[in-house]
Structure formats: C-alpha cells, structure tokens
C-alpha cells in the first residue's frame, strides 16, 4: 500500500467579476485560508478548525470533502479515495465575496489530484489542461477558481462546451488594495436573483468597453485607465441599491478618482488606490469608511492587502 504524505494546501482570496468582467475576470490576494492534510489509515473524514473549534459549516456543506470525492468519482478508476483528517485555518470570510468556496473547492481537488499522481500510473492522470477545465468548470464559471490556483489577474472562459481559454497577467505593484469587508453574508445564489435575464444593448456596450479599458490598463499600466475599467452595468447596480451606505460610500471614493469594484457578489468591495499616493489617501479612505459604515450602524473590516501572484501553494510535510 502506498504511503501519502501530509499536506499543506494555501489557497489565496480572489475577487471575481472586477467591474465589468462578470464570470470571466478576476484576481488573487494574499488573504489565505490553509488546510493541512494526514492520511493516518482511518475510516473516517474528519476536518475541524485547527484551534479546534467546530467548523462553521455542517459536513454536507464542505466543499473541500464534497471536491475531493467528486475528483476521484469524475477523473479517476478509484472507488474509495482514501480518508484524510483535516485542520482548517479559515482567514477568508463566509459568503464574503472573497472566494472562500473557491479556496475550499481548489483545496479538495488540488489535494485529491497530488493524491491520484501517487496512487495510480502516470498513465491515468488527467493532464494540465484537463484538470484546469475540470477545477474551472467546477462552479460553473472559472473566476474564482483559476486565479486562486495560477494567482494573478486572470480572464478565463468556458461557453457551451468549449476548452478553457483563459490569459494571465501580474497586477501592476504601482496599484495598491484596500478591501472593505461588512459584516453581512450574501449569498451568491441568491444574489444572482436580483440580475436581470436580459440587459440593454448599450449596457453591453458599455461592459465591453470597460473590459477594454481593463487591458489597456494591463499593457499601460494608467492609473486613470483602471478607474474607468471598473465600471460596470450589468451586475454591481443590481446588487448595490443606490439607498445603501456601500452604493454612498463608492459614490464618495469616485470622487476622490479611485477606483472601486464590488468583490464577486459581495458584500466586499475592493478599493484601488495609486500607490504613491497611498500616505495621502489610506487615512480619508479610512475616515471616510468608518464614517459610513458607523451611520448604518455596520461592523466591518478594511485592510490594506497586496496581490497574490503565487496562486495554490502545495507542501509536503
């Protein structure tokens, strides 16, 4: 019987959509949640926080286990992966817009296919590109999962059957990041309820033209260019009411010319400063946040983060 290792999985926070590119863009930051893995003969899965506390979420809804098993019963000959003991360290919020199920979901996969390389023959190991359709196909669209396993900027698509495509950029380091995260959860599912089913062809347009602007700030690298790339028609007006504080807020940050984005569905948004102007500015953004969020009565965390470019970092220990 082969001997598995243990295993030390980091996977970054992403931001899905940034703007306009909705289920097509998105980035890693360097907020991790970590998972360690032992394969100790048991008979039994068993993940726990690794202060020990109970996980916050029921076994059905661990998507690191339910990723794992779905692998071996998609992509290998295995009918009964073996068991793993699992401590958790959860530094991305629930339903926080940061990609928490995306890093649960590339957890379980990466795991389980470091686990099939030592299992089976070289043979039966699906390859590259075809374990990154698999993790991309896997919620149905791939801008959480493929940043959070490359890292970077990434703008990946998989339509009606279609190989992954996708192409990856370093975020400029001249651009720094606040998140500002309110202490609500949003569902995804549920927040995809407010989009429309069809949208006007000048807010088409308009996306296409901010997606446009997103790779002319990629190859330039203006400032000024980011901020109108952040634009968006097609879902940020659906999900930010214009009566809640968040929608005031980025009404205020736009005036001061920064860029900002919802993070995927929310309730994160990232805020986009110039970095030689970050001694000028972090103290009216932290003002300003504390101020808005303090009317409506919201607690919140706002941190100042850099891009991720390493993406899911695997060791053996």
């Not at 289920?23 to 890693?28: I, P, R, T, V």
């Not at 000028?280 to 891009?307: C, F, G, R, S, W």
Request: aromatic share 12%.
């Amino acid at each position: 019987m082969v001997s598995l290792p243990k295993y030390r999985i980091k996977v970054p926070a992403t931001s899905a959509n940034l703007g306009p590119g909705f289920d097509l863009m998105g980035m890693s930051l360097d907020l991790h949640n970590e998972f360690e893995f032992v394969f100790a003969g048991k008979k039994e899965f068993q993940s726990f926080r690794k202060n020990g506390e109970p996980l916050p979420f029921s076994e059905s809804d661990d998507l690191v286990l339910t990723s794992y098993k779905k692998y071996f019963q998609d992509l290998t000959k295995i009918e009964s992966p073996p068991y793993y003991s699992c401590k958790m360290n959860l530094g991305l919020p629930l339903k926080g817009g940061l990609g928490s199920s995306a890093s649960a979901i590339v957890a379980g996969l990466s795991l389980a296919h470091e686990v099939h390389k030592r299992l089976s023959p070289k043979s039966d190991i699906p390859s590259h590109k075809k374990f990154l359709q698999y993790l991309a196909e896997f919620e149905g669209h791939p801008d959480n999962t493929l940043p959070a396993y490359l890292g970077g900027f990434v703008f990946a698509y998989s339509v009606f059957g279609e190989d992954i495509r996708y192409f990856r950029k370093k975020f400029p380091n001249s651009v720094s990041v606040f998140v500002l995260t309110p202490k609500f959860h949003v569902s995804t599912e549920e927040s995809r309820k407010t989009l429309p089913k069809t949208y006007p062809t000048n807010d088409l347009i308009f996306n296409l033209s901010r997606i446009g602007a997103w790779m002319h700030f990629l190859d330039k690298r203006r400032f000024s260019d980011l901020v109108v790339a952040l634009e968006d028609r097609m879902h940020t007006p659906y999900r930010i009411p214009n009566d809640s504080p968040v929608a005031s807020l980025l009404g205020e940050l736009k005036t001061m010319r920064l860029g900002t984005c919802l993070s995927g569905s929310g309730p994160s948004v990232l805020i986009f400063v110039e970095r030689k102007q970050i001694k000028i500015l972090a103290p009216k953004i932290t003002d300003l946040v504390a101020q808005k969020m303090d009317e409506a009565n919201i607690e919140y965390d706002l941190k100042q983060v850099h891009t991720d470019h390493l993406g899911v970092q695997i060791k053996t220990f």
